[in-house]
């Protein structure tokens, strides 16, 4: 079992930044990508940006260039750092664990709102 538990989020203005945590507690040792995810109201939930355990990162298209994922092994933690905020960005983000078996985990999310 993997938990994961997300803080952060909040309240920013357009151009504002960001900085979510995902700690994450229990066999975390079966993990092989960490991703975050996040979901508007009305909309499907989309992936932002996923980093393997090998440190390789991925983004999605509308977050390019403004958005880093990273990971502090020592903390057990995967931040997204989030720059230059649009309310497009605003949403529930979700932390997710992929295990090696293919099972995978999610955290509770936390609510990001930007406002213009």
């Known amino acids: 079992q993997v938990q994961l538990v997300e803080s952060g989020g909040g309240l920013v203005q357009a151009g504002g930044s960001l900085t979510l945590s995902c700690a994450a507690s229990?066999?975390?040792?079966?993990?092989?990508?960490w991703d975050w995810y996040r979901q508007a109201p009305g909309k499907q939930r989309e992936l932002v940006a996923g980093?393997?355990?090998?440190?390789?990162?991925n983004y999605g298209d509308s977050v390019k260039g403004r958005f880093t994922i990273s990971r502090d092994n020592a903390k057990n933690t995967v931040y997204l750092q989030m720059n230059s905020l649009k309310p497009e960005d605003t949403g529930v983000y979700y932390c997710?664990?992929?295990?090696?078996?293919?099972?995978?985990?999610w955290g509770q999310g936390t609510q990001v709102t930007v406002s213009s």
């Open positions: 980093i393997t355990r090998g440190g390789i990162t």
């Open positions: 229990g066999s975390i040792f079966r993990i092989n990508i």
């Open positions: 997710k664990a992929n295990s090696v078996s293919g099972y995978n985990y």
